[in-house]
């Protein structure tokens, strides 16, 4: 069973970036596939990329497609979410999830805001 802290995330205006990361400890954390997900107030929490256990492959939600990359290094067992050309919209908490058929793990949830 894995284990997750989040970091980064934070205060940015528009167009602006940021990176959070996704801390992983325990073991087989290779085996995980990552989801990160965000959720505003009073609404449903929404998937937005995902990257797969060796990080071959990578999906993302419409709203951010081309704007967010997902990453991971299985040496540090560490994942990313790098987020680019920010937009007010994406104030939200963003969540990262580790999940295999089995476990799951969340981590803490990280607050970015996006404001002039």
């Known amino acids: 069973q894995v284990h997750l802290v989040q970091s980064g995330g934070g205060s940015v205006q528009p167009g602006g970036s940021l990176r959070l990361s996704c801390a992983a400890s325990?073991?087989?954390?290779?085996?995980?596939?990552v989801l990160w997900y965000r959720q505003r107030p009073g609404e449903e929490r929404e998937l937005v990329a995902q990257i797969s256990a060796v990080g071959r492959s990578t999906l993302y939600s419409d709203p951010v497609r081309c704007r967010f990359t997902v990453s991971r290094d299985n040496t540090k067992n560490m994942v990313w979410l790098q987020m680019d050309n920010l937009k007010f919209e994406d104030t939200a908490v963003y969540l990262c999830?580790?999940?295999?058929?089995?476990?799951?793990?969340w981590g803490q949830g990280t607050q970015v805001t996006v404001s002039s």
């Open positions: 325990g073991f087989g954390f290779s085996d995980y596939t």
């Open positions: 999830q580790a999940r295999t058929g089995l476990d799951s793990a």
